[in-house]
């Protein structure tokens, strides 16, 4: 591990809710590219990518669950680049697999980095991206003596780390007591995330700023103005009652010194309820009007302070995960109703004067469930990214006949995306899909041979249920097959049940706790140092799962106390086995022990 980098780091607030609301059509996955002016070499693009790791290590982390919140912890997995063949913004986190949470990867001139919004915000993706284009570059062209980016400031490993949330939090600080309006939503077939619809938008920043000051306001309100009035015209009549409005990040470091890689941004949300006699210039002051009014410190400060409070909240904390999962995931949808759309202005990236012979621009956009826009800008170039999963693309069309309108060049991009658009084969799930089916037609056939031959069924529920338990078995094997020791514990409650279940079914005997309960027990203790051993597994990785089974295997006496054990040979076999098991841990491996109960039981 890097010298001055932690080991394991809870997840910032405002990336809390993110591994929680993350799923296969809204992946939290957003994409910041640059477009050079010549082919990318990947030999090259690999040591440029290997440099950069080496001045941001806290990349190399991993997304683990504890009992209370999810956290970051290091591996010491190597980062390769890949050439592009996913659709853009493809999943990065998936439950249960150890991998990285970010992706670069190159296509024809492009360089690509794809990363999961729990890991770092769009500051965050920014840096590394520039440090990553500045090294390839340097490599690529030795020649040139390309001047590297000078920072006044080199952060340190703790700065890079920081929970800037946590630092500038204050609990005398008071709530925001304003209520927020139900705005409306787009309505719509979705598109699956492979198709989602990208939209890029060039425009030169000279005169969209000119524009922007001939009416007094800077480009992003400008461009806010626009895509309320651009979504507007495609509300029906009967849902103008309510305000058009857009969430639009906001990059806290800008209030509040940091040097933080991680997620450092809160949002404000403005919005305008239409009427049929609103201009754009109504639309665009009262933005104005919005923005000067909720940008200022000490507003920013209650709404990031209200994020915090909840983090810190007592009760909250104390409840378990998978319970505060339900309760995150409708907050997030009771919170979206405020807010029809997002727009994300990322910022301006600047490089010396000599890095403009080779590159051409960079962009930004995100997955979405709905409608994003996101915007960057290099030199004279400003990237517009529209992202939907809306099937009309209506919306953007508006957006650039107000360009036109305002006399604002602009040049829509054409999509390059070798993965767009593609069905990847999941052959795991069909193969699910057909152990299913296959099940259901067994259980069948038994029942009409069953009453075919005796007019009755009576032991075809038995044989139903042995279809049901060997689904639920396979099933659980499927949908944990990602984590061999978590699948592992999973099949020895399951097991345990399902096996309980039948004694009693069947006239109670004991047979279950007697015999499958304590040797399933030993069985999974025994096998997770194979696993781990075999897997090469890293101690972070099979401990926890290790100390699991041992106090797992400690229940057994229990049982035999309050008596409902009648063979005690294999449990008191079991006990003193995992009991051993567990006080080696102790004495041998106490430090890491503990720090595994600290990161599980972290609240």
């Given at each position: 591990?890097?010298?001055?980098?932690?080991?394991?780091?809870?997840?910032?607030?405002?990336?809390?809710?993110?591994?929680?609301?993350?799923?296969?059509?809204?992946?939290?996955?957003?994409?910041?590219?640059?477009?050079?002016?010549?082919?990318?070499?990947?030999?090259?693009?690999?040591?440029?990518?290997?440099?950069?790791?080496?001045?941001?290590?806290?990349?190399?982390?991993?997304?683990?669950?504890?009992?209370?919140?999810?956290?970051?912890?290091?591996?010491?997995?190597?980062?390769?680049?890949?050439?592009?063949?996913?659709?853009?913004?493809?999943?990065?986190?998936?439950?249960?697999?150890?991998?990285?949470?970010?992706?670069?990867?190159?296509?024809?001139?492009?360089?690509?980095?794809?990363?999961?919004?729990?890991?770092?915000?769009?500051?965050?993706?920014?840096?590394?991206?520039?440090?990553?284009?500045?090294?390839?570059?340097?490599?690529?062209?030795?020649?040139?003596?390309?001047?590297?980016?000078?920072?006044?400031?080199?952060?340190?490993?703790?700065?890079?780390?920081?929970?800037?949330?946590?630092?500038?939090?204050?609990?005398?600080?008071?709530?925001?007591?304003?209520?927020?309006?139900?705005?409306?939503?787009?309505k719509g077939e979705k598109l699956l995330h492979a198709d989602m619809q990208i939209?890029?938008?060039?425009?030169?920043?000279?005169?969209?700023?000119?524009?922007?000051?001939?009416?007094?306001?800077?480009?992003?309100?400008?461009?806010?103005?626009?895509?309320?009035?651009?979504?507007?015209?495609?509300?029906?009549?009967?849902?103008?009652?309510?305000?058009?409005?857009?969430?639009?990040?906001?990059?806290?470091?800008?209030?509040?010194?940091?040097?933080?890689?991680?997620?450092?941004?809160?949002?404000?949300?403005?919005?305008?309820?239409?009427?049929?006699?609103?201009?754009?210039?109504?639309?665009?002051?009262?933005?104005?009007?919005?923005?000067?009014?909720?940008?200022?410190?000490?507003?920013?400060?209650?709404?990031?302070?209200?994020?915090?409070?909840?983090?810190?909240?007592?009760?909250?904390?104390?409840?378990?995960?998978?319970?505060?999962?339900?309760?995150?995931?409708?907050?997030?949808?009771?919170?979206?109703?405020?807010?029809?759309?997002?727009?994300?202005?990322?910022?301006?990236?600047?490089?010396?004067?000599?890095?403009?012979?080779?590159?051409?621009?960079?962009?930004?956009?995100?997955?979405?469930?709905?409608?994003?826009?996101?915007?960057?800008?290099?030199?004279?170039?400003?990237?517009?990214?529209?992202?939907?999963?809306?099937?009309?693309?209506?919306?953007?069309?508006?957006?650039?006949?107000?360009?036109?309108?305002?006399?604002?060049?602009?040049?829509?991009?054409?999509?390059?995306?070798?993965?767009?658009?593609?069905?990847?084969?999941?052959?795991?799930?069909?193969?699910?899909?057909?152990?299913?089916?296959?099940?259901?037609?067994?259980?069948?056939?038994?029942?009409?041979?069953?009453?075919?031959?005796?007019?009755?069924?009576?032991?075809?529920?038995?044989?139903?249920?042995?279809?049901?338990?060997?689904?639920?078995?396979?099933?659980?094997?499927?949908?944990?097959?990602?984590?061999?020791?978590?699948?592992?514990?999973?099949?020895?409650?399951?097991?345990?049940?399902?096996?309980?279940?039948?004694?009693?079914?069947?006239?109670?005997?004991?047979?279950?706790?007697?015999?499958?309960?304590?040797?399933?027990?030993?069985?999974?203790?025994?096998?997770?140092?194979?696993?781990?051993?075999?897997?090469?597994?890293?101690?972070?990785?099979?401990?926890?799962?290790?100390?699991?089974?041992?106090?797992?295997?400690?229940?057994?006496?229990?049982?035999?106390?309050?008596?409902?054990?009648?063979?005690?040979?294999?449990?008191?076999?079991?006990?003193?086995?995992?009991?051993?098991?567990?006080?080696?841990?102790?004495?041998?491996?106490?430090?890491?022990?503990?720090?595994?109960?600290?990161?599980?039981?972290?609240?």
């Amino acid at each position: 591990m890097e010298k001055g980098y932690s080991k394991w780091r809870k997840l910032d607030n405002a990336a809390l809710a993110f591994p929680l609301v993350t799923d296969k059509n809204d992946t939290r996955v957003f994409r910041f590219y640059c477009q050079l002016k010549e082919t990318v070499d990947s030999e090259i693009l690999q040591r440029a990518l290997d440099q950069t790791m080496e001045k941001y290590p806290l990349f190399r982390a991993v997304l683990r669950k504890g009992l209370f919140w999810f956290y970051l912890e290091r591996r010491d997995i190597d980062a390769f680049v890949k050439e592009e063949k996913r659709p853009p913004c493809s999943s990065l986190y998936i439950p249960d697999k150890k991998s990285l949470l970010f992706q670069v990867s190159y296509y024809k001139n492009r360089i690509n980095f794809e990363v999961y919004h729990a890991l770092t915000d769009g500051t965050g993706a920014m840096n590394f991206l520039s440090e990553l284009v500045q090294n390839y570059l340097i490599l690529m062209h030795p020649e040139a003596d390309l001047p590297r980016v000078e920072h006044p400031e080199e952060p340190t490993p703790g700065a890079q780390e920081e929970d800037s949330f946590s630092q500038y939090y204050s609990s005398d600080i008071p709530k925001n007591k304003e209520k927020k309006q139900s705005a409306v939503k787009l309505k719509g077939e979705k598109l699956l995330h492979a198709d989602m619809q990208i939209t890029e938008v060039v425009v030169p920043v000279k005169e969209t700023l000119a524009k922007a000051r001939s009416y007094g306001v800077s480009i992003t309100v400008l461009l806010t103005a626009m895509l309320l009035c651009s979504i507007h015209e495609e509300i029906p009549k009967n849902r103008q009652k309510k305000p058009v409005a857009l969430m639009i990040p906001v990059n806290l470091r800008n209030y509040f010194p940091s040097q933080s890689m991680g997620n450092f941004f809160g949002w404000i949300e403005v919005g305008y309820t239409f009427s049929d006699e609103t201009t754009f210039q109504d639309v665009l002051y009262d933005v104005k009007k919005q923005f000067k009014e909720k940008l200022v410190k000490d507003k920013i400060a209650m709404d990031m302070n209200g994020y915090v409070r909840l983090e810190k909240n007592p009760v909250i904390r104390a409840v378990p995960l998978e319970i505060k999962r339900y309760f995150m995931m409708a907050g997030a949808t009771l919170g979206s109703r405020s807010i029809t759309a997002v727009y994300s202005n990322i910022g301006i990236l600047r490089f010396p004067e000599a890095y403009k012979t080779y590159i051409e621009r960079f962009g930004i956009f995100a997955s979405t469930n709905s409608l994003q826009l996101c915007s960057c800008s290099y030199e004279d170039q400003m990237v517009l990214g529209f992202t939907s999963k809306i099937s009309d693309d209506s919306i953007q069309k508006n957006f650039m006949r107000m360009l036109r309108e305002e006399e604002i060049p602009y040049k829509e991009e054409k999509n390059d995306f070798p993965g767009g658009g593609e069905q990847q084969k999941k052959e795991e799930k069909k193969v699910l899909q057909t152990f299913s089916f296959l099940c259901l037609a067994v259980a069948v056939i038994c029942g009409m041979i069953n009453y075919l031959m005796l007019e009755t069924l009576n032991w075809f529920w038995f044989a139903a249920a042995g279809c049901l338990c060997a689904w639920l078995v396979v099933g659980v094997a499927y949908f944990k097959r990602r984590n061999i020791l978590k699948n592992l514990a999973w099949q020895l409650l399951l097991i345990t049940i399902l096996c309980v279940l039948w004694d009693h079914f069947i006239g109670w005997k004991g047979w279950s706790v007697d015999f499958v309960f304590p040797f399933g027990a030993l069985a999974v203790l025994g096998s997770v140092p194979v696993i781990a051993k075999v897997s090469h597994l890293e101690r972070e990785e099979y401990l926890y799962y290790l100390l699991q089974a041992a106090m797992i295997g400690c229940l057994p006496v229990v049982l035999i106390w309050i008596g409902i054990i009648k063979y005690t040979m294999p449990s008191v076999l079991c006990t003193g086995i995992s009991f051993l098991v567990l006080a080696g841990m102790f004495i041998f491996r106490k430090k890491d022990t503990l720090r595994e109960f600290r990161k599980k039981l972290r609240m």
